[in-house]
């Protein structure tokens, strides 16, 4: 079984930036796509950006589009996230994913409806905390 591990969140004023990462252990990621949700205070997790193996195939949420940059070490088992532009809009938990068949794509990943979370994600970490306000 796949342990994730975020971290680099925390408190930024908007327009900052911050760069999230997630330290994966149990299994390589080398085939298998990853990515990132968040969860705002009162709302549904929802997938962010995602990335293929290849990293040929990425996916970023109209929302993030232009602002976040997804990219992996699979020699580290580490994703990250580069977050520029914050905005108050992007408080919330954010977590890694990292899907369980390795046919699984960006987009697939990162558009998936909650009821199918755990049977094609890992099982989630703890998350990591980012908090956009002045």
């Known amino acids: 079984q796949v342990q994730l591990v975020e971290s680099g969140g925390g408190l930024v004023q908007p327009g900052g930036s911050l760069r999230l990462s997630c330290a994966a252990s149990?299994?390589?990621?080398?085939?298998?796509?990853v990515g990132w949700f968040r969860q705002a205070p009162g709302k549904e997790r929802e997938g962010v950006s995602c990335?293929?193996?290849?990293?040929?195939?990425?996916y970023y949420s109209d929302s993030v589009k232009g602002r976040f940059t997804i990219s992996r070490d699979n020699a580290k088992s580490t994703v990250f996230l580069q977050m520029n532009s914050l905005k108050p809009e992007d408080t919330g938990v954010y977590y890694c994913a990292v899907a369980t068949r390795d046919t699984t794509t960006a987009p697939a990943i990162c558009n998936l409806p909650p009821q199918l979370y755990s049977k094609y994600l890992e099982p989630w970490g703890q998350g990591t905390l980012v908090t956009v306000a002045s």
């Open positions: 149990g299994r390589t990621l080398d085939y298998y796509s």
């Open positions: 990335i293929k193996s290849s990293q040929s195939d990425t």
